[in-house]
């Protein structure tokens, strides 16, 4: 995270994957709203199961918190069973929406084409795509994470423009990292971090890849979170495991640059 210079807020994201029900979600935020209420300089947002999204945008209302989903499909509407739309994450109130997370890639079958619609997709409705990119442990051991990162980035952006600095967010999720307690190295991420501003700044407009947000993912918590957020490339980060338990996030969001 650069310094007062820099007039991003570092966006600090929680990703509770398939877990908790809505009684839980009501709970998490009687706890968790009085720990971050006084919180101003930085950007949280929830990314609850579908089945709570609208009880967490009820009782964000009063917040400046923001909701965000953990997918969707790339139509807007159709015969497509099980499916959620961008249609109906902007009715509701969701300003952000994960895409391409590994979990989804590895089980779901979201290889970079259906990365790339989703992204393409979101882009042209109200929501801000938190791209998830990140290399396998084999490929860092090949020596092979820039290009990994690369191609799963010019993928996802192939054909489509970016208007501005807030419409996309990447997080940079290293997948050997996520769920394993094994955090990249704050200098390792902030490494793959750079590069992908440099490749950003091939793709888009140098301001936008200037401005726009780059997030580390992958066993974030209370102990690893200042030193992460004292790199100059980080701008957030986005929180699983950590994220279920309301005063670890609450710490997290109120993570203090050494
Ligand atoms: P983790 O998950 O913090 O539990 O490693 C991060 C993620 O998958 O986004």
Known sequence: MKGALEMKKPLIVANWK????????????SDFLPLTADVQDREIAI???????VTAKALTAETEIKL?????????????????????LDDIGCTYVILGHSERREHFGDTDERVQKKVH???????????CVGEKEFE???????LVIEKQVRKALDG????????????????WAIGTGKT???????????????LMSHICEKSISTGMRIIYGGSVSPDNIDALMSMDEIDGVLV??????PGKFARIVKFTVE
């Open 240 to 245: 699983g495991a950590s994220s279920l338990d």
């Open 184 to 198: 990249a190295k704050p200098g390792q991420a902030n490494e793959v971090h750079a590069f992908i501003r440099e």
């Open 68 to 88: 965000c989903a953990q997918n969707m499909h790339w139509e807007l509407e159709g015969a497509y069973t099980g499916e959620i739309s961008s249609k109906m």
């Open 18 to 29: 398939m877990n908790k029900t809505d009684i839980w979600t009501k709970k998490f935020f």
């Open 121 to 131: 997709a979101a882009l042209v409705s109200d929501l801000v795509p938190i791209l």
């Open 140 to 146: 860092r051991d090949s020596n092979r994470t820039f």
């Open 160 to 175: 489509k423009k970016l208007a501005h600095n807030n419409s996309l967010v990447i997080a940079y999720e290293p997948v």
């Open 47 to 53: 990314a609850p199961p579908f089945t709570s999204l």
